[in-house]
């Protein structure tokens, strides 16, 4: 339980350490010099007059690039925006079509590996399901997004102390998050594995993931991990023996797939019982039924 393919200590380690921890303070220093510099508003005025498309304005561009860092955080931070309207939609953009910097780090990993072409097909099918998403929550929720207001401040080079310390921040509170659910879904894949249920789930499976994905059977383990947390999940398609095209129909499912459990818990509380439990409901479908779509149309 502890050493061993699932293990507790040796999974969480590779992954949390090894794998995530570079790609995240990574992605801390970008964001951290867009804040510093003065863009990051500028970029929601920029893009404002395209968000008004999705029924949101260019302020929601904030949580959603904080939303490439960490969902979670980044569902709170859909308090910004001015209306309920723009909150639902900005949070369901965010639990869907979002992935979160760590599981951006083994997405971008494993089609480095895969080729352009597989790059491209990922990218456009999640950027479709995204605008497709935004689109027709635009049209189904009574409303209109509220007009752009933000103070624009002065553009200077980033101080290297400022970047440091909101990197440094970011990560460890990052890490301080994501540790405990690292080794809880470890410990939930090591138990299954132990007990037998692993291959049960496998089982009941199959008929979606070999059938529907066209992905090995093992691929449902990756699924079980991903509840826990999605770049825990993206993160055990390394294991796996896939071509080009299943890396693509396995990232696309992995990438819809359901928010994970910290991310659930936050979105309950920001958006309330009923209207969270949609929301994670339709993950599941949309995960499914895209995943499947691109599978039976490119493999």
Do not use: H
Not at 43 to 62: C, E, K, P, T, W
Not at 177 to 198: K, M
Not at 199 to 208: A, E, F, I, K, T
């Amino acid at each position: 339980l502890l050493i061993g393919e699932f293990g507790v200590l040796t999974m969480t380690t590779t992954y949390l350490i090894f794998l995530l921890l570079p790609l995240v303070i990574g992605f801390y220093v970008a964001l951290s010099l867009l804040e510093d510099s003065g863009y990051l508003p500028r970029l929601a005025a920029l893009v404002d007059r395209s968000l008004n498309f999705l029924g949101l304005n260019g302020r929601a561009v904030i949580p959603l690039i904080l939303g490439f860092g960490c969902v979670t955080s980044a569902t709170i931070t859909t308090r910004l925006l001015g209306s309920e309207r723009e909150r639902t939609i900005a949070t369901t953009i965010l639990q869907f079509a979002i992935p979160c910097s760590a599981q951006l780090a083994v997405i971008a990993a494993l089609l480095a590996g895969a080729g352009f072409v597989p790059m491209l097909v990922y990218a456009s099918v999640i950027l479709t399901v995204l605008i497709g998403i935004g689109t027709i929550l635009n049209k189904l929720l009574k409303g209109e997004s509220a007009p752009l207001l933000i103070d624009l401040p002065p553009m200077r080079m980033p101080r290297p102390r400022n970047v440091l310390r909101k990197t440094s921040v970011r990560t460890y509170q990052f890490m301080k998050e994501a540790t405990p659910w690292f080794f809880v879904g470890a410990l939930a894949v090591g138990v299954l594995q132990i007990t037998g249920l692993l291959v049960v789930w496998q089982r009941l499976l199959m008929p979606l993931t070999t059938g529907w994905l066209q992905l090995p059977p093992e691929a449902a383990t990756t699924f079980v991990m991903g509840i826990v947390r999605r770049d825990f999940g993206a993160a055990g398609l390394y294991s796996l023996a896939l071509g080009p095209m299943q890396v693509v129909v396995a990232l696309v499912t992995i990438t819809l797939f359901v928010p994970c459990i910290a991310s659930l818990m936050v979105m309950l509380k920001e958006r309330g019982l009923r209207e969270g439990l949609i929301i994670w409901a339709g993950t599941w479908i949309a995960a499914f039924t895209v995943g499947g779509l691109v599978s039976q149309l490119l493999i």
